[in-house]
């Protein structure tokens, strides 16, 4: 009867061992898979790391290229903010001597203002004298030199409405120059009309001299 059992036990046993050596050959496959997974995780992680740290590098040279151009930006807004600072000056520099510029020309206006209206107060005075003084024969020639004067002052009041008109572009040495070059010519025309009243008056003496000793022989004739 033992010798019966023994190839049965010797059966169960390899027939054990079988199925532990499948078992033992299932757990290797499985630990295969898991290992070769695991491997490729690992790989896939090493990747991963090594793409993150290409791109690390990548935003870290492109951190360093923006903290140039930031400091060269800086840089140039605090020479921006230096040049307005410099631009406002100029402006405050030239409001200013714009106001003392348009102070001079209210200053050059009032002066041909009132020089315009000495010249015509004295022309006032020239006219009423001659027409107390004249007599009715020298009449049409103290009226060509009253004309003649009323003619010049037209052209003064032109020419000081155009100076006015023209001092608004000019800068104060313009204007001086202009004013001097007004005051010459006004001093030149004054100069020829006063010549002119001075020889009619010398006429108006003669001939009224003329007429004196006409009267006074007409008066000793009688």
Known sequence: MTDDKCPTM???????????AKLIQTEHEKISKKHAS???????????????REKSDILNHKSVLLSGEITQMTSKINEAKEKL??????????LAKQSQTDMVKDKEIKTFEIYYNKIKEENEKNERFWLKSVKLEDLDELKNCIETLREKKKTLEMHIAT????????NATKLAEDCMILRKRNTAVKKRLVKKLKLLEERLDEAK???DKTNLTTNNEK
Do not use: F, P, W, Y
């Open 10 to 20: 010797n059966q169960m046993i390899l027939a054990k061992r079988e199925e532990t």
């Open 38 to 52: 695991v491997i490729n995780q690992l790989n896939e992680a090493r990747r991963r790391v090594t793409a993150l």
């Open 85 to 94: 600072i410099t631009i406002e000056c100029q402006i405050d520099s030239i």
């Open 163 to 170: 100076t006015k008109e023209k001092i608004i572009g000019l």
């Open 209 to 211: 001299k003329k007429s």
